[in-house]
């Protein structure tokens, strides 16, 4: 089931494309069709936005901020409630719509355009998405980086954020030990405690291997330790149970925080790099923020 916001200016064609999806979707309405602001702005929670040509005409510059910013995944537009033979008036939003629905149309149809748009959301999906661990791939967790940075340059207000890079200790001698079958399954609950752990708009990406990179936004250097020894916590306190084994895990971490949106992500990611390095070579299953270390686990 997917969630798709209307953004259509009449009641009744409001009420009939809701008919259309309501038993197959969740459909989003804001309580005042009018006013898509908060809706599109503060509330990305949807799949596809259907919007019809007057509403897209008064929202351009809203909807074409959705699709540049909405990460990870790009929001498909579906255009409706034109007639092919006004169909040149379509030139003027094609940078921000993906589907064209003209009136009239059967539900068939309706259906034909939806499908294709979904399409779109899967091989989004995999394009950014690693398989394995069901959180984002190494490309794109680096492009997630830039895009913080950018964030930070655009904010009126002083802002910051922090990056954890985490290392499975020992990974190696269970996937000799166990098998690569249970090291998978290893790195898969590994990935669900760290998203259990975060909030929700922390993002967590698979560096390569049995490493992880954290970035958590409007975060200083003081919560991105607290984050860090959350996520510890969750690693050592309770063992992994994979096919009935028992697998006591613990982790290295290299953290850091970055205030200057001049930076260059790699260089905040080899800073980071350089801690989990060091606390890789004090002995593993510890927090280091760039050269002093934060805590230790006996």
């Known amino acids: 089931m997917k969630n798709i916001l209307l953004m259509i200016s009449s009641k009744k064609d409001r009420e009939l494309i809701s008919k259309y999806l309501e038993s197959k979707h969740m459909v989003l309405i804001p ?9 599109i702005i503060n509330d990305t929670s949807f799949d596809v936005l259907v919007a019809d040509i007057q509403s897209l005409s008064v929202h351009r510059g809203l909807v074409k901020s959705l699709k540049e910013c909405s990460s990870p995944f790009r929001v498909p537009v579906l255009l409706t409630g034109i007639s092919r033979k ?13 589907e064209v629905l003209f009136f009239p149309f059967s539900p068939l149809e309706f259906n034909i355009r939806l499908d294709s748009l979904f399409k779109i959301i899967t091989l989004q999906k995999k394009a950014v998405i690693d398989p394995l661990t069901d959180v984002f791939r190494r ?17 009126s207000k002083k802002t910051s954020f922090g990056l954890i890079m985490l290392d499975i200790d020992y990974f190696k001698e269970i996937n000799d030990s166990y098998g690569h079958h249970v090291g998978d399954k290893v790195l898969k609950e590994f990935s669900l405690r760290m998203q259990r752990c975060l909030r929700e708009y922390d993002i967590i990406g698979r560096y ?15 919560g991105t330790k607290r984050a860090a020894e959350r996520l510890q916590n969750e690693i050592v306190d309770e063992p992994f149970y994979i096919n009935d084994k ?16 001049d930076e260059n992500i790699q260089d905040v990611i080899k800073q980071a790099d350089y801690a989990l390095y060091e606390a890789k070579r004090n002995g593993r299953n510890q927090i280091v923020l760039e050269k002093c270390t934060l805590k230790k686990f006996d």
């Open 31 to 39: 309580d005042n069709p009018d006013d898509y602001d908060n809706t």
């Open 86 to 98: 006004n169909k040149y008036e379509i030139d003027f939003f094609r940078d921000i719509i993906d």
């Open 139 to 155: 490309e794109h967790i680096v492009k997630r980086g830039r895009e913080e940075l950018s964030r930070m340059k655009r904010s």
């Open 208 to 222: 390569g291997g049995e490493e992880f990179l954290v970035f958590l936004p409007d975060t200083d250097e003081e």
């Open 246 to 261: 028992e697998i006591v895990l613990s982790a290295s971490f290299g953290i850091t925080s970055c205030d200057n949106p």
